[in-house]
């Protein structure tokens, strides 16, 4: 069962076509990978399903409902969370605040309620935290949860990215270059993480240059060229097509 669909989906800058009647589908507990040269669109595509960019034309659905146009905290609270190409931490708040900045959607105190910091305020905001802390250990980071998020290693304010991202409990996780910046050894790390977050019943897309990566996890490829879809299957097929090794021509199979 599909539980993102996007239908023709088309966005224009200008004069330039970013996303051309893209059309593709995300299958309930999958982990799919976007992948293709850069300036393919890619991360246009995370942003109109993410509310961030509303497309010319073309239609997003997410779990059967037309989410097209959204706005991005309405989005979320739908169920669709995501993490960033470049990292987007509150580097002066500690790596707790910020995994808490995550949850704030799903918290239900009105105004009225936390200016009297009433006892259900604080019931929920005491269970929020706990929450978080859960996400925390989950990336391994809750030894550090007092520390400030911009005293983190690269790989570990990636880390953080996504325990923010699932705090929101999402049901479709949306991953922009995860492995960016992290050396092997971190990276081996993420793809224990990734996999472990899809038997939690998360459904996965991502962005991903690391084609190792990509094939050792995706079980669907597709790929952008140009904002054009020119491959959409499994990860052997796609490897194996003209289209795909044209528009990669150039990069060193053992990459693969």
Known sequence: MSL???HEVTKVFGGLIAVND???TVDEGS?????????AGKTTVFN?????????????RFDGAV????????VVEL????????????????????????????MRAGLLACMLHTPAMRREEEAAVARCMEE?????????????????????????EVARALAADPRLLILDEPAGGMNDQET??????IRAIRARGVTILLIEHDMRLVMQICEKLVVLEHGTLIADGEPDAVRNDPAVIEAYLGVDDEKW
Do not use: K, M, W
């Open 4 to 6: 993102l669909a996007l």
């Open 22 to 24: 893209l059309s593709f």
């Open 31 to 39: 982990i799919v990978g976007l992948i293709g040269p850069n300036g």
């Open 48 to 60: 109109c399903i993410t509310g961030n960019y509303t497309p010319e034309r073309g239609q997003i």
């Open 67 to 74: 989410i097209t146009g959204r706005q991005p905290h309405r």
């Open 79 to 106: 169920g669709i969370a995501r993490t960033f190409q470049s990292i987007r931490l509150f580097s002066e708040l500690s790596v707790l605040e910020n995994v808490l900045a995550g949850r704030h959607c799903r």
């Open 136 to 160: 925390l250990a989950f990336v391994g980071l809750a030894d550090r949860c007092h520390e400030a998020a911009g005293g983190l290693s690269y790989g570990n304010q990636r880390l953080l």
């Open 188 to 193: 081996a790390a993420l793809v224990d993480i």
